[in-house]
């Protein structure tokens, strides 16, 4: 098990073949890293796919309207919503975009970052200063390169549940 620094800026996603651990930037990135543990102990990650699975790209999911729905509709539309909670403006940092960062998903307007986030399978500095990174993955990358790819993916990986390691 990785070692667990700080419990109240750690997540524990549980995915189909075990736990990915994500160390929350909270220095760098505090309102999104705040937003990821206030959804996590809402329950609003659990059951969420990911909805957007690209091969030597990223893994996108947390589409919390959407991405729970067990149809095909409603997996289609995964990517298109977000929380009830306002928009978030960007943090955009210095912080390169490196494989297992954690990077906040948003719409072409800098400051629409919401619910959904990315995992990087591979160092993507074309991203750099464009999407605000929040945090990295520090156990459990295997799994992350295990999800199951396409753009939605005909059978996706869900996010069985999300917790604030503080809280599990």
Do not use: W
């Not at 990223?58 to 928009?87: C, H, K, W, Y």
């Not at 500095?125 to 990174?133: D, I, K, R």
């Not at 945090?135 to 459990?140: A, K, P």
């Amino acid at each position: 098990m990785a070692e667990i620094k700080d419990p109240e800026n750690t997540i524990i996603i549980e995915l189909k073949d075990g736990n990915v651990v994500i160390e929350l930037l909270p220095d760098v990135a505090p309102k999104h890293s705040e937003r990821m543990k206030e959804l996590a102990r809402a329950g609003e990650y659990d059951n969420v796919c990911f909805h957007r699975v690209i091969d030597g790209f990223m893994a996108q999911t947390g589409d919390v309207a959407n991405g729970d729905m067990e149809d095909g509709f409603n997996i289609r539309m995964a990517g298109t919503g977000g929380s009830s909670l306002p928009n978030l403006p960007a943090e955009f940092s210095k912080l390169p975009h490196d494989r297992g960062t954690l990077g906040a998903a948003r719409s072409a307007n800098p400051d629409s970052a919401n619910s959904q986030f990315f995992i990087n399978f591979k160092d993507n500095h074309f991203l750099n200063g464009q999407y605000t990174v929040y945090g990295r993955v520090i156990e459990g990358m295997e799994h992350v390169d295990a999800i199951t790819r396409g753009e939605p993916p005909a059978n996706p990986d869900r996010m069985i549940s999300v917790k604030v390691a503080a809280d599990a």
